[in-house]
């Protein structure tokens, strides 16, 4: 499988050594040409209790065997993608992070993404709980996060993305699916968004960390992680179908909160409340076709 244009990541930019952007200076980065998994290599490396550091990240040019939630396989053609992975170590920052924290890597992530996006495009990017970014609707970006025991009660967190940049529009997977380049009409610069990607995650957990991983909290200037995460969740304010896992079964509603744990909270149609903390969510539209009758329905 191939792409328009096959331009490979500036390696000089991103690797260590003089040539290195100095925005990615105080953690290893690592590029590798073709991999399976940008996030099993990594979580691999940690059960093998060798020395990877504190927000070290991992790069690849070709995923070959990319996964998403369920299992669900992730591909694309080599030179199209942006994708890096992250090392989390619970341990390594000036304030340890708990183990009921550490699920808050997936939204720092997508928060992070979004901003590199953004600053690079100027696309509107939307965050979809719990872990896609959208643009107009369609998935831009997938991420997935794995917790990873490294000692007896040490957990830590492998956690990537992979961004569909550079992939023509009739190689997309399925057609909810879109990329930078189908939607600005050219080629974006790859290893430009993967260093703001790399830089705004890592200044982002650092950040969250100096809370002791309390999402509650303001971090320094910003406004606590789940208060940004109520202001630029698109999914809230939004009527979904929720699609659990065997047995129990999915469920509509209206989704108008994120409680303190990050768990979705969902207005059902039969009246009841329900908080999701495991499930994929799908923006539903509202019969009306206009989202001007959920408007005002007591998000905070």
Known sequence: MTTRSAKPLDAE????????????????????DEIGSTNDELANR????????????LLTE???????????????????????????????GEQPLPNDSLHWVTPLLALAART??????GLPVDIKWPNDLLINGRKIAGILARVVPTGPETLDVVVGIGINANIDA??????????LRAEIGDDVDRTEILIRVIREFRASVREFCATGGDPALPRGSKPSLVAEL???LDTLGRRVLVQMMDPAPDFTGLAHDIDEDGSLLVRC????????????????????????????????
């Not at 930019?13 to 590798?32: C, F, K, N, S, T």
């Not at 009739?170 to 990329?179: G, H, K, M, Y």
């Not at 499930?279 to 005002?296: F, M, Q």
């Open 13 to 32: 930019r991103l690797l260590p050594g003089p040539g290195q952007d100095y925005r990615l200076i105080g953690a290893p980065v690592e590029l590798v």
């Open 46 to 57: 940690l059960t093998r209790s060798e020395d990877v550091p504190h927000l070290a990240a």
């Open 62 to 92: 070709h995923q070959v065997a990319g996964k998403g939630r369920r299992d669900r396989v992730w591909t694309a053609p080599k030179y199209s993608s942006a994708v890096v992975s992250f090392a989390v170590r619970s341990n390594a």
């Open 116 to 121: 590199a996006i953004r600053q690079t495009t």
């Open 170 to 179: 009739d190689l997309l997977p399925v057609e909810t699916a879109t990329s």
């Open 230 to 232: 109520r202001e630029e």
């Open 269 to 300: 149609d039969d009246g009841t409340d329900k908080t999701v903390a495991v499930g994929d969510v799908v923006h539903l539209r509202p019969e009306s076709g206009s989202w001007a009758d959920v408007a005002g329905t007591g998000i905070a």
